[in-house]
Antibody, heavy 123, light 110 residues
Framework: EVQLVESGGGLVQPGRSLRLSCAAS????????MHWVRQVPGRGLEWVSG????????LFGDSVKGRFTISRDNAKNSLYLQLNSLTTEDTAIYYCAKGYAVRPGNSRPIDFWGQGTLVTVSS | QSVLTQPPSVSAAPGQTVTISCSGS????????VSWYQQLPGTAPKLLIY???RRPSGIPDRFSGSKSGTSATLGITGLQTGDEADYYC???????????FGGGTKLTVL
């Protein structure tokens, strides 16, 4: 059974940084691209970032480009998202999600999602 | 403002059939596969349909997908109260180089 467990969310002040982690199990982690998708409570889904199986390709949504960094450690079956220069607009639930393909830049689906971790940016 | 356009809400009675539309452009739906996701209240999204019309293992055949040109449609037959959820379409946008989603459609089973 695929399991994705996020951690690292919390309350952070504007301008500060935060690092989210995702522990994956139940599948061969280094065979698939991984993604981060966020959702403001009560609002729609917004894709944040995706990374290829080998970390060679990393893609970002326009709203986070230059501020967020995605990385993975295949030896630890873990995915990370470094959030820098946070603003109140970044307040959302952040979902770790598994891609169907090896690379993130295509229309293959996101086929499994974690339960999410809430990031609140407020002074 | 989402790249893909969905109706905010749809409703139907138990046992009836409902369709949810998703409209895009040539840079997204027009040249890429479409997926559909179901998000039950208080839970994470779940993949319902991928590659326009394929169902993952465990998804009942009451759920179907189709695509024509720059639009896609999710169909649900034999509606059940447990189908009440938000439904999102998603695909890759070749111009934006990004995964894009619709704004979501809230399904109410009256």
């Amino acid at each position: 059974e695929v399991q994705l467990v996020e951690s690292g969310g919390g309350l952070v002040q504007p301008g500060r940084s935060l690092r989210l982690s995702c522990a994956a199990s139940g599948f061969t982690f280094d065979d698939y691209a991984m993604h981060w998708v966020r959702q403001v409570p009560g609002r729609g889904l917004e894709w944040v970032s995706g990374i290829s199986w080998d970390s060679y390709e990393a893609l970002f949504g326009d709203s986070v480009k230059g501020r967020f960094t995605i990385s993975r450690d295949n030896a630890k079956n873990s995915l990370y998202l470094q959030l820098n220069s946070l603003t109140t607009e970044d307040t959302a639930i952040y979902y770790c999600a598994k891609g169907y393909a090896v690379r993130p830049g295509n229309s293959r689906p996101i086929d499994f999602w974690g339960q999410g971790t809430l990031v609140t940016v407020s002074s | 403002q989402s790249v893909l356009t969905q109706p905010p809400s749809v409703s139907a009675a138990p046992g009836q059939t409902v369709t949810i539309s998703c409209s895009g452009s040539s840079s997204n739906i027009g040249h890429n596969y479409v997926s559909w996701y179901q998000q039950l209240p208080g839970t994470a999204p779940k993949l319902l349909i991928y590659d326009n019309d394929r169902r993952p293992s465990g998804i009942p055949d009451r759920f179907s997908g189709s695509k024509s040109g720059t639009s896609a449609t999710l169909g649900i037959t034999g509606l059940q109260t447990g189908d009440e959820a938000d439904y999102y379409c998603g695909t890759w946008d070749s111009s934006l180089s990004a995964v894009v989603f619709g704004g979501g459609t809230k399904l109410t089973v009256l």
